[in-house]
């Protein structure tokens, strides 16, 4: 069987080609660039908890020695302080990290992972299709033909894949515009991360009233000033006024020593693929989305593709043809950043409207500040991340379906389980690696050796329908989990979106359920994807 094409060679495509390694499945990289990214101190990433988790998972590397875990949030009107979080483990901290360091440590992992081949240098040019597989050509010192069984494209805003297969991407364009600023400082808070709308000083050159603080190891800064809408220039001699003016304000009067790192102009565009698939090939990352305003962060969004496809793409190549698992993929994901991108647009023009509509809106000011911290901090429409309840492969409804607080389809609570060794392991660890999950919900088995109970009251019975699932699993056993009885039996996808619960040990919901989760009968769909390769 050929390898994974994957075309693009920053954080989504990466993450794709080492999740696609830890389930046995070979890849190619194809790099348009030397094999390295240039360090740039403004050019950050925000990761939420989830996506935080999986980029640790697949890199073994604790990225909070890499990058700063903010220990609080802190939002300001005027002088005003409109909300205070303090992020003491009872809510995850958002992740603030250095691309390039991001992608460095993802690069690291890769060169030594023995089913991943990375070639530098070589910018797509072509793509030929057939039932069995594609062909990428790429030019460059050592212009060649790629054989693969998949193509994904990661290749950016500007992606070679999406305008090979020609299709549209629809949106709008500057919808915001940020001057950036990286810089090295003593601000009066600590590791706190700061929104100030209206900040109370005057600000020189054009200004829309907003700048955002976000902390960085080693006593760094990433400083965004939101620009009004037009093209006008940020000069140097404007951004190092505007550098001053802030600080300055923040300081109480006198602006601090600083050491100026790096600066940039980061501007955000709205859009969305039609289609994330053209048979053989695939649309990730930024090459099927762009979003990023009102504090929204399209990073997340682009390893929460690669999560999802990773685990569809190992089981059709190991497996054969599974044509309504690969269609989820755009069903799923689409479905999440439309509506991402829908949750954006509406608040856009409250939230940068006139001061006419603010003075109409009763508790505008507060209800803004909601907004904007829902889109920083990863909550509500703005940056939740997405539950896919309404999924083709969602079961049909079963009977000893029951409730608990996860909703069907989001993801899991990350909690401690007994895995078969014994082990005790967070849930999130057993995640990516292509099985689904079982996890029954027995309190007490915490404080005692698995070999106590794991021949005792419903385990036989429960791992015997384990075993007899249509698709590899692995039981895990948990003491609690939200919203869960005794007994309560969680399926979850190799992604960590949960299936179903059922009230206990019910072999029939559970192998139904599983059968949905994987596209239906792994031999029908093999069959039907050989009948459409002979049309």
């Known amino acids: 069987m050929d390898p994974v094409i994957i075309v693009g060679a920053g954080p989504v495509g990466l993450t794709l080609a080492l999740a696609l390694a830890r389930q046995e499945v070979p890849c190619v990289v194809l790099d348009e660039g030397p094999g390295k990214d240039e360090p740039r101190a403004a050019r950050t990433v925000v990761l939420r908890e989830d996506t935080a988790a999986l980029v640790e998972r697949l890199t073994g590397m604790p990225l909070a020695r890499a990058g700063a875990h903010w220990a609080g949030w802190r939002s300001m009107r005027r002088k005003q302080v409109m909300r205070e979080i ?84 629809p949106g709008r364009t500057a919808v915001e515009r940020h001057a950036v600023a990286a810089l090295r400082t003593e601000l ?15 600000m020189s050159g054009p200004a829309a009233g907003e700048v955002t603080a976000r902390p960085l190891p080693d006593g760094v800064w990433r ?96 497996h054969g043809p599974h044509e309504a698992l690969l269609d989820s993929y755009q069903t799923e994901r689409r479905a999440v950043v439309a509506a991402r991108l829908r949750a954006a647009d509406q608040a856009l023009p409250l939230l940068r409207g006139g001061a006419g509509l603010r003075a109409v809106v009763p508790g505008s000011s507060r209800g803004h500040d909601a907004l904007l911290t829902e889109g920083h901090l990863g909550h509500g429409q703005l940056g939740a991340p997405g539950a896919y309840a309404d999924s083709p492969l969602a079961p049909p409804p ?58 005792a009251g419903i385990m036989p019975q429960l791992a015997a329908a384990v075993t007899a699932l249509p698709h590899p699993a692995e039981l895990l056993v948990a003491e609690s989990y939200p919203g869960a ?27 139904a359920a599983a059968e949905a989760t994987v596209g239906g009968p792994v031999k029908a769909q093999a069959e039907a994807g050989a009948s459409a390769g002979s049309r």
């Open 485 to 511: 009885a005794a007994h309560t039996v969680l399926l979850v996808r190799p992604d960590g979106h949960l299936v179903t619960a059922l009230g206990g040990v019910r072999p029939a919901d559970l192998y």
């Open 398 to 455: 079963l009977e000893g379906q029951i409730p608990v607080d996860t909703p069907l389809g989001a993801p899991v609570t990350d909690v401690r389980v007994t895995a078969e060794d014994g082990t005790f392991v967070r849930l999130r660890d057993r995640l990516g690696r292509g099985a689904l999950l079982v996890v029954l919900i027995a309190p007490g088995t915490g404080v005692w050796e698995r070999k106590h109970w794991v021949g």
């Open 188 to 202: 009066p808070w600590h590791d706190e991360a700061l929104l100030h709308r209206l900040p109370p000083w005057r």
């Open 223 to 318: 400083l965004d000033w939101l620009l009004p809408p037009g093209k006008d220039l940020v000069t140097p001699e404007l951004l190092l006024t505007r550098i001053g003016e802030t600080l300055a304000g923040w300081a109480g009067g006198t602006t601090p020593p600083y050491e100026l790192l790096d600066t940039g102009v980061h501007t955000v565009h709205h859009r969305l693929a039609r289609r994330w698939r053209a048979d053989r090939v695939f649309l990730a990352g930024d090459a099927a989305h762009l979003l990023g305003a009102l504090g929204t962060h399209g990073l997340d969004e682009g390893l929460r593709d690669a999560d999802n496809l990773a685990w569809k793409l190992a089981l059709a190549w190991h």
């Open 86 to 169: 303090v992020f003491d483990g009872t809510e995850p901290a958002p992740l603030h990290i250095a691309q390039h360091v991001l992608t460095g440590a993802l690069r690291a992992t890769l060169t030594g992972e023995r089913l991943v081949k990375v070639a530098v240098e070589s910018r797509l040019d072509g793509i030929e299709q057939e039932p069995s597989g594609v062909t990428a050509h790429t030019r460059g010192p050592k212009g060649t033909w790629w054989r693969g069984s998949f193509l994904v494209g990661c290749d950016g805003s500007r992606s070679t894949v999406r305008k090979l297969q020609d299709i549209r991407f």
